[in-house]
């Protein structure tokens, strides 16, 4: 344990602990002849006793005051997880139902579905590391890699306020992966991304994509929320002039992320049961042994000194009680 004192001027004061060693608890009278009065071993030990419960009291008081405390500390701890970064889609779409209409007074909207569920993935997951990062035309920031589950609650929470513009998944992807880049390697890595649309890459972000995934070695999962009679992944072109990026852009992102050297796992899903059976089979996929580090934050011990203090005070007060008078 690191001990360290918030005030350690107050040490100066140690010294007053010698005071019982120096003075008596007792009154001293005057006796006729002190060896009339033997002092058996126990008596000698009993004053002894009582010498060091003051000597603890004015201790206790002493360091209590001066702020004894355990620095904070890092522990790391082993369990059953990974690292999941949740890459969430913002665009206006994900207002609407799997059936591409404004939720009514009893359904419920894609992105409250993912939310949901999302949820309670997490809160099933107590050794993971998750962080949240959303995106729209742009990416944005929500949440870091942590274990504390509040914060990430509060983070797939602002799902809950409705969506706007576009996707633009290359730079979604691009600021979830960029959790990764200080984090030390420690477990299975994974991004989670969960979008009702796609756009093209061109080139560039092609590389940059590809290099990061490789570099970080992180696993993707893509839930694609596709909407009812809308194109999905797995959409077959009713002409090769179709068949390009812009007419059909989940097909084509979905067929760069197959050339990936990561693994990768893609679920079209159409409803909110669907969704579910998607994220039970993460759950099962990503169960692999986890380091992970833990903040423990500084811990006062001046409660526990004050208390052994009253206790000693306490102590020799029954004591002085039991003194008899002359």
């Avoid at 990061?212 to 839930?223: D, P, Q, T």
Wanted: overall charge negative; glycine content about 6%; aromatic content about 10%.
């Amino acid at each position: 344990m690191n001990l360290a004192f918030s005030h350690p001027w107050l040490l100066l004061l140690l010294p007053l602990c010698l005071l019982p060693l120096a003075a008596s608890l007792f009154e001293r009278n005057a006796a006729a002849c002190g060896n009339l009065i033997a002092l058996n071993t126990a008596t000698r030990w009993l004053n002894r006793l009582i010498r060091i419960f003051a000597v603890l009291a004015i201790a206790s008081l002493v360091t209590g005051m001066a702020g004894l405390h355990i620095l904070e500390q890092t522990v790391t701890r082993t369990g059953q997880g990974a690292h999941i970064v949740f890459v969430l889609d913002r665009s206006a779409s994900m207002n609407e139902t799997f059936g591409g209409k404004t939720p009514g007074e009893n359904e419920q909207s894609k992105a409250e579905a993912a939310r949901r569920l999302l949820s309670e993935f997490v809160s099933n997951r107590p050794h993971d590391l998750f962080g949240v990062a959303g995106f729209s035309t742009q990416p944005f920031y929500i949440s870091p890699l942590t274990e504390h589950k509040t914060a990430i609650q509060a983070a797939i929470n602002s799902m809950e306020t409705p969506g706007l513009a576009f996707t633009n998944v290359a730079k979604g992807l691009g600021m979830g992966l960029s959790y990764f880049k200080d984090q030390p390697h420690t477990g299975s890595r994974v991004i989670v991304l969960v979008s009702d649309g796609a756009a093209s890459l061109d080139h560039r972000a092609q590389k940059t994509l590809r290099e990061w995934f490789e570099r970080y070695r992180v696993s993707l999962y893509w839930f694609f929320l596709r909407t009812e009679n809308g194109l999905g992944i797995y959409s077959e072109p009713e002409s090769s002039q179709d068949d390009n990026p812009r007419v059909m852009p989940e097909r084509h992102l979905h067929q760069f992320f197959n050339t990936l050297s990561v693994p990768y796992h893609a679920y079209e899903v159409d409803t909110v049961e669907s969704l579910q059976a998607s994220i039970a089979e993460l759950d099962e996929l990503e169960s692999l042994p986890l380091i992970y580090e833990e903040k423990i934050p500084r811990q006062s011990l001046s409660p526990w000194l004050y208390s052994l203090a009253f206790f000693s005070i306490l102590l020799l007060l029954a004591v002085k009680l039991l003194e008899k008078k002359s």
